[in-house]
């Protein structure tokens, strides 16, 4: 058990946290490479290994070894190259949860390209300036007709794409991905020399969803699917050849967070629902009829779910349930725990690293909190002079000592952007821009973004303290706080809400949730302006763009 993770942790076990943050470390050998040291090694010493069990909303159902990854991506690799692609090149793919996205990626690891995963929601804008930006020499996309129209339509904008490849079935103008593997070797010849790749060579780049403004392009090495054991192992707590889920799209930073990296080093079994739309009863069917063993979603869909009869589910398979994307409100796993007795540990991080923070095994959740700082990250809460604030005052996520030991896992810069990057990583410690607080155990607390933080009559007031007593009434669902302008105090609070099912605004409901936040956070912190909307705006990532409802509202940045 735990052969490859014993292969790059010179230690698995740990006694407790202080043990696992001061004694766990990553070997990273200079040429590894997912494909070969992680699929193609778990194909040759267990070769029927589970490592993808997959279904869909119309019944489909396909189950993959280990070796049946390795195959077939030996043969998407073959196809891959006669038409052109090699080492450094760069192939857009948007594949939603598709069961080919996995063959598709550990293919160009093993040729040494450069994957950017892209959600289904882009535009042919979106798709354009990411083409351009990069140099993106090919498409992969799943044959939707949104998708690849939008594709289709941003060609003439694009003119890097040379070659385009439509998977799960055929399309007039597309090269058919089952047709270009169908008579390819399953025989593939780890490169040599300058073909081979190395752990600083570029493997993978995000591009991040920013609330306003072109998304940044996030490169990470090869070295970066090892930053993930942490994220996978002591964080989500995955099981060799049990299974666990991810909810996320291939197109989102998560995907690689639960669905390939640390969970396949961790010999875990990925399970995929392919759904077309998030039908949180659907979903929780799922959840109980696969027998799942570790779970992991965004707040909203845990949020969503709790609007259902999450009792009627048996849900005892699932050991640990796990969430990250945003934060968790307190009365959110709260809930949870009241209906299935577990707690949901909470992570924290960005497309720019593995989780940073998270409630390792060691350690009890504690309702509101992201837990405590990853080993190897140096994490520290910093003010505007870069210096460490006390227990309880707020400062900015920071991981220091860059110079010293680059974490793995952590980003190497944007793509392009050699500016933006020295900024970024250049000096001695990365600013995320997020702002928390650390109490007297060393639980840290979610603010908000630096951004988001709202200042008025002399207060600072953090937007997620303020959202997380308001989801805590009956009546929200989710919402957004954010200032908004005002002729005497010259910003207020406002809140953006979501209801329940079965509640209808009106001036009482109002009041009575102003009454509510008063009653549960300091009254200063009230929403004196709440508005009432059927969703809110996010990001393709599913953040909420509070950015966008300031603006809306006539707040000027």
Same mark, same amino acid.
């Given at each position: 058990m735990d052969y490859l993770l014993k292969k790059f942790c010179p230690r698995i076990e740990f @006694?407790? %946290?202080? @043990?696992?943050? #001061?004694?766990f470390t990553i070997n990273a050998p200079e040429n590894f490479n997912f494909g070969y040291d992680v699929v193609d090694e778990w194909a040759r010493v267990e070769p029927e290994k589970k490592a993808l069990v997959?279904?869909? &909303? @119309? !019944?489909?159902?396909?189950?993959f070894t280990f070796t049946d990854i390795s195959r077939l991506s030996n043969k998407a690799a073959n196809a891959f190259v006669k038409l052109g692609i090699k080492k450094g090149d760069i192939v857009l793919c948007i594949l939603r949860r598709r069961w080919e996205y996995w063959v598709v990626a550990t293919a160009l690891c093993k040729i040494g390209a450069t994957i950017i995963p892209a959600t289904i929601q882009l535009t042919k804008k979106d798709i354009a300036y990411r083409a351009n930006q990069c140099n993106v020499k090919m498409l992969v996309c799943v044959n939707d007709d949104y998708v690849c129209t939008q594709a289709e339509q941003a060609l003439p904008d694009a003119p890097s794409i040379e070659k385009r490849v439509c998977v799960a079935g055929e399309r007039e103008g597309w090269l058919s991905f089952n047709d270009l593997i169908a008579n390819e070797s399953e025989e593939w010849t780890r490169p040599t020399g300058d073909a081979a790749t190395t752990i600083n060579d570029i493997m993978l780049i995000y591009f991040t969803s920013g609330t306003t403004g072109n998304a940044k392009a996030v490169m990470h090495t090869f070295r970066h699917p090892l930053g993930h054991i942490i994220t996978a192992k002591y964080w989500q707590q995955v099981q060799e050849n049990k299974r666990h889920m991810s909810v996320t799209d291939s197109g989102w930073a998560k995907f690689g967070w639960g669905k390939i990296y640390g969970q396949w080093i961790c010999g875990a079994t990925v399970f995929c629902y392919d759904m077309k739309k998030f039908i949180p009863a659907k979903l929780l069917k799922v959840m109980q009829d696969y027998k799942l063993t570790t779970f992991c979603a965004p707040p909203t /869909? %845990?949020?969503? /779910?709790?609007? #259902? &009869?999450? *009792? *009627?589910? &048996?849900?005892?398979?699932i050991q640990n349930f796990a969430t990250a994307g945003e934060p968790l409100n307190a009365e959110v796993t709260i809930q949870w725990e009241k209906f299935t007795g577990k707690k949901i540990r909470e992570g924290f991080g960005q497309s720019e690293g593995p989780v940073l923070l998270a409630t390792f095994p060691?350690? #009890? =959740?504690? =309702? !509101?909190?992201m837990g405590k700082p990853s080993p190897l990250l140096n994490i520290k809460l910093l003010d505007d002079d870069g210096n460490e604030v006390e227990d309880g005052e707020e !400062? *900015?996520?920071?991981?220091?000592?860059?110079? &010293?030991?680059?974490?793995?896992g952590l980003f190497v810069g944007y793509f392009g952007d050699e500016n933006r990057t020295k900024e970024a990583v250049g000096g001695e410690y990365y600013n995320l821009h997020d702002m928390a607080w650390r109490d007297s155990s060393g639980y840290h607390y979610f603010v908000g973004r630096n951004d988001d933080v709202i200042k008025c009559s002399g207060y600072r007031i !953090?937007?997620?303290e303020v959202e997380s007593a308001l989801v805590a009434h009956p009546a929200v669902v989710e919402c957004a706080i954010t200032a908004a302008p005002d002729p005497i105090r010259g910003k207020v609070v406002k809140a953006t809400i979501v209801l329940a099912k079965g509640y209808e605004p009106s001036p009482e409901l109002t009041k009575e949730l102003q009454n509510h936040v008063k009653k549960t956070t300091a009254p200063y912190k009230y929403p004196r302006i709440v508005e009432y909307v059927d969703e809110l705006p996010k990001t393709v990532g599913g953040k909420i763009k509070r950015k966008?409802?300031?603006?809306? @509202?006539?707040i000027k940045e």
């Open positions: @006694d407790s %946290y202080e @043990d696992f943050f #001061e004694n997959w279904t869909d &909303d @119309d !019944g489909n159902y396909r189950e /869909m %845990y949020r969503f /779910m709790l609007q #259902e &009869d999450v *009792a *009627a589910y &048996d849900l005892s398979s060691w350690l #009890e =959740p504690r =309702p !509101g909190s !400062g *900015a996520i920071c991981i220091t000592h860059l110079k &010293d030991a680059y974490p793995p !953090g937007p997620f966008l409802i300031r603006q809306t @509202d006539g």
